[in-house]
């Protein structure tokens, strides 16, 4: 896991959250040789793939079809 100081991450944030990004490492913010805080990466599923929660669900009525409700106030 790489570590920086504040100063260094002040002056490079940028590229430290590139590196973060390309490689999906965390990175450690020390001051004064204390770890005061993490730049973590944010997982991000893939959007080709559905999420299994979504197999268990049945529509039994078409969704596109009116409801009663619908034609009773047209």
Known sequence: MKSVSIHEAKTHLSSIIAGIERL?????????GHAVAELIPIPHGSRLVSDPD???????EDPTLPTVEEWDHA
């Open 54 to 60: 979504l197999k268990n669900i049945r529509i039994k």
């Open 24 to 32: 999906g490492e965390p990175v450690i913010i020390y001051r004064h």
